[in-house]
């Protein structure tokens, strides 16, 4: 089932179009096939200052580890958001220790930011990184 999705988002936008774009245009029957949840950074921070302040953490914990791929945009976007970078940190943990695929993008390496925790940006390096 990924590789059917990850070969629809290369006949989607091969030429470098915006993964946000490729991913909203998957046709329903990859959709089906596969829970995949899509988050930029921005949207995670957001709903997970609101789950926290309204006591609900735990069902953004849960509708992240139930995705079968989780797809995060825009790390660059959680500088010097601490607590949102810790978060995601034992997010990443946990879909890890279940062996869930999680698609993180940034424009360059998280390291290269100031800002972001020494943890959470050497937790990014973990998987293959490729220039697009």
Same mark, same amino acid.
């Given at each position: ?56 953490l735990q069902t953004l ?19 010097? /958001? $601490?607590? !949102? ?16 695929? *999680? #698609?993180?993008?940034?424009? /360059? $390496?998280? !390291? ?16 293959? *990184? #490729?220039?697009?």
């Amino acid at each position: 089932m990924v590789i059917h999705l990850a070969k629809r988002l290369q006949e989607i936008a091969p030429n470098g179009k915006s993964f946000k774009r490729a991913t909203s245009s998957v046709d329903q029957d990859v959709q089906d096939s596969v829970d995949v949840l899509y988050m930029s950074s921005d949207d995670f921070h957001r709903e997970y200052t609101e789950t926290v302040a309204a006591d609900v953490l735990q069902t953004l914990r849960e509708k992240i580890q139930n995705a079968s791929i989780w797809i995060l945009e825009d790390l660059q976007h959680l500088q010097n /958001k $601490r607590t !949102s970078q810790e978060e995601l940190a034992l997010r990443i943990e946990a879909r890890t220790l279940t062996e869930k695929p *999680t #698609l993180l993008t940034c424009i /360059k $390496r998280p !390291s290269e930011f100031s800002g972001m925790r020494d943890d959470f940006s050497s937790r990014c390096l973990s998987g293959i *990184t #490729l220039p697009l």
